[in-house]
């Protein structure tokens, strides 16, 4: 789970072959790590353009005159981070992200990694008949959780205490259904896909009935075994394959500010 790759400038146009080693060492590792990068925004859109079309987040905040690059922050009076808990990019799309390139403009002196998880692990450490149960399953995906305007909302109830400030909608109430285990559509391998941030329930099953079961997958989803960390140093960038992992950003560092640029890519819809 994990590989730092030298020896790669993704300012410049790569050439196909040096594309086509990234894509793979992506493919093999599920998250890819880069030091002592020196991107614009222009840069940063060009290199993840070659991998599909650009997503953009519906509620979260852009760099000015780059409306495709999310601008994720935390000033060193805040007290909530953005990503802090366990999840994979935008499930409650129809077509959530393939992935995310994320680039280092402002690191604390110490913390604020991101770990990394790899849901091929999760479904593989599944025994015969957990892996049988949770294959002819749906999960219902939604944003309300976070986004939502009901006022319980995750950016309703810590907007408050932190300067990047997600927006809310009622929009976030539209429910997605995506399989329980999606089989990745490159290697073919079968991954667990659910998330504490966006999946509410499983397809005709009630919130509580799902609780119990979904619960056990969150936190078998993150074991340590499935797990890197990544120490963010300025001009660092990852690049994570969204269909096969769950990230979370660490609140650690509190005092101190952290700011990084996010271009996300176009996905398909989950099989």
């Known amino acids: 789970m994990g590989a730092e790759i030298s020896g790669v400038d993704l300012s410049r146009n790569l050439d196909g072959a040096e594309l086509a080693d990234v894509r793979q060492a992506l493919l093999d590792h599920c998250v890819i790590f880069f030091r002592d990068q020196a991107m614009t925004p222009e840069q940063q859109l060009t290199f993840a353009r070659r991998f599909g079309a650009i997503s953009i987040h519906p509620y979260g905040p852009s760099v000015p005159g780059h409306p495709e690059v999310m601008r994720v922050f935390k000033e060193k009076d805040d007290k909530v981070n953005f990503g802090g808990g366990w999840h994979s990019d935008m499930t409650f799309m129809e077509k959530p992200p393939l992935g995310s390139i994320l680039y280092a403009i402002d690191v604390p002196p110490v913390g604020g990694d991101t770990m990394f998880a790899n849901q091929y692990l999760a479904f593989d450490a599944l025994s015969p008949g957990l892996k049988r149960t949770v294959e002819a399953l749906n999960g219902v995906h939604s944003a309300n959780a976070q986004y939502g305007v009901d006022g319980l909302s995750e950016a309703n109830r810590h907007n408050d205490q932190r300067s990047m400030k997600p927006k809310t909608s009622d929009d976030a109430k539209t429910a997605t259904v995506h399989p329980v285990v999606r089989t990745h559509p ?17 397809e005709g099953w009630t919130k509580d009935e799902s609780r119990p079961l979904l619960r056990w997958l969150y936190e078998h989803c993150a074991k340590p075994e499935f797990t890197c960390r990544f120490v963010w140093t300025k001009g660092a960038a990852a690049f994570w394959d969204n269909r096969c992992t769950q990230h979370y950003a660490l609140n650690d560092y509190h005092g101190h500010r952290r700011e990084m640029y996010r271009v996300t890519i176009e996905g398909d819809r989950p099989r």
């Open 186 to 202: 490159e290697t073919g391998r079968k991954a667990l896909y659910v998330n504490v941030g966006f999946t509410q329930r499983f």
